[in-house]
């Protein structure tokens, strides 16, 4: 026992190390200075990992569960966002357990992290070989490609409803630029502030949906026929599977803490508290608004017009770009990677050298501007492998030896006792995601997406605006 426990102690010291030199250096300098800094930019606790977890968890899709709602109904909403919530937390404790597994592995062979962040392919190529480190990069790369363009295009159809004078285009690509300043944040550990308020903002704005549907009651001849079409259910599903499956940079944010074995349950906690923004927010505005909602995909574009709304989607705009540099920063860092400036400390190099991921993301935003089916189709391709079924695999081969089970840095937790139920767990959620994310996700949301190209056309200037600003409200 108290060999397993060294091993794990074993996982952090470099971290440890390099935060004792850090603190050092600067207790050189102004004492005060150093307490707002350390306040403000190093963040390494539980407390950092939770605010990150939960602020980065919910962002924009918080605007488009209602319309998920309106496809598949109020039931089977609720139900799916607890069920693909409890399923996400146990993927991201997987992923949370290999990473401790790989690092004390390299530990013992005296390889230092000093200035390296450790990524998810990284994990999979030391535990399992370079052809899941080429099926890790890929999934994980477009999947977070694709998440920052998400979260460009829902920008700009937030702020649309309170500038209506530029085109959604235009605006996507005015917060392109203002999102390329998130090159010059470092790591996960210079989130600490951004996590904390993108947290109390995403909190305002789904109180403010659920109270305002709620003051605003039903419409006149309100419906709520769904589910009506399979596409649509799925769709929706698909919608909520992307929800949470957030924890594309589950191994970011360990590596930012000077304890990461503590990291565990984090995700679960986080997920709790993000069902209590979720479930009263998309429940409200689909009892007010109903079958409306199936061609408005934006929440905000029912909800009439008010100095509350206003600050809900500024609240919002901010915490997107929020999102956005939490969604790009792996992919800075894979990019630091292949161009070898990673391990330098000059932060004026890193940015730099970062610009050319900002630009595809960019580009795409523009050629897809379709706010809410875009994130369905990204959760039934991309998310049900990488956050999902990758995970739930690579710990499954990585322990399938008995010496592997044996000597592995976390045992099975207290509530999964057993390693035989642990690989049913992880098989049954294998086969789920495959047929029922992937498969009738993947069919339901592509066959969406495809309608909305044909509808309104890659390059879509304004994509779901009303044909005349003086109907925009109505």
């Not at 592995?105 to 990524?119: D, G, L, P």
């Not at 399992?128 to 480190?133: A, D, E, F, M």
Request: with cysteine; charged share 10%.
């Amino acid at each position: 026992m108290s060999g397993e426990k060294q091993a794990v102690e074993a996982i952090v010291p470099s971290f440890n190390d390099t935060m004792e030199h850090e603190e050092k250096d600067e207790e050189k300098g102004d004492h005060s200075i150093f307490s707002v800094k350390s306040f403000l930019w190093h963040g390494g606790s539980v407390y950092d990992a939770w605010f990150s977890c939960s602020s980065n968890q919910v962002a924009q899709v918080l605007l488009t569960l209602p319309y998920s709602f309106s496809q598949m109904g109020m039931l089977s909403g609720i139900i799916l966002q607890i069920f693909y919530g409890v399923l996400g937390s146990w993927t991201a404790y997987l992923i949370s357990v290999l990473y401790l597994e790989y690092r004390s592995r390299k530990e013992k062979e005296n390889v230092s992290f000093k200035n390296h962040v450790i990524q998810w392919f990284e994990v999979l190529d030391g535990l399992l070989g370079p052809y899941w480190k080429a099926i890790g990069l890929a999934f994980n790369c477009t999947f977070l490609l694709f998440g920052s363009v998400i979260q460009l295009i829902a920008c700009a159809s937030n702020i649309y409803y309170i500038n209506d004078k530029l085109d959604k285009r235009t605006w996507t690509y005015i917060f392109g630029a203002c999102c390329a300043t998130t090159v010059f944040i470092p790591s996960f550990h210079n989130y600490r502030i951004w996590s904390f308020l993108g947290l109390g903002m995403t909190t305002y704005t789904a109180w403010y949906l659920t109270i305002a549907a709620l003051v605003h009651g039903q419409v006149e001849g309100v419906t709520h026929q769904g589910p009506t079409k399979l596409v649509l259910y799925f769709t929706g599903a698909t919608n909520i599977l992307y929800t949470f499956g957030g924890h594309a940079v589950t191994i970011e944010i360990m590596h930012a803490m000077w304890k990461p074995q503590k990291f565990k349950y984090i995700y679960l906690l986080a997920t709790l508290y993000v069902y209590t923004l979720t479930l009263p927010s998309a429940a409200a505005v689909y009892w007010a608004f109903g079958d409306q909602l199936l061609n408005h995909s934006n929440a905000f574009s029912l909800l009439p017009q008010s100095g509350w709304r206003d600050a809900a989607v500024i609240l919002m705009l901010i915490h997107q770009f929020i999102t956005f540099g939490f969604a790009c920063t792996p992919l800075y860092f894979v990019w630091e990677k292949v161009v070898g400036v990673h391990d330098t400390k000059s932060i004026c190099l890193r940015a730099v050298s970062r610009l050319p991921v900002v630009i595809p993301i960019w580009f795409l935003g523009i050629i897809f501007p379709f706010f809410g089916p875009i994130n369905s189709a990204v959760g039934s391709l991309l998310v049900s492998f990488t956050v999902y079924i990758i995970p739930a695999m690579a710990h499954m081969l990585t322990y399938k030896s008995a010496s592997a089970r044996k000597n592995a840095v976390e045992k099975p937790p207290f509530f999964l006792p057993s390693w035989t139920a642990i690989y049913a767990v992880n098989a049954a959620i294998v086969i789920w995601v495959f047929v029922v994310g992937f498969g009738l996700g993947g069919w339901a949301s592509m066959t969406n997406f495809i309608k909305q190209v044909d509808t309104f056309g890659l390059f879509a200037k304004c994509y779901q605006c009303p044909p005349s600003p003086s109907s925009k409200h109505h």
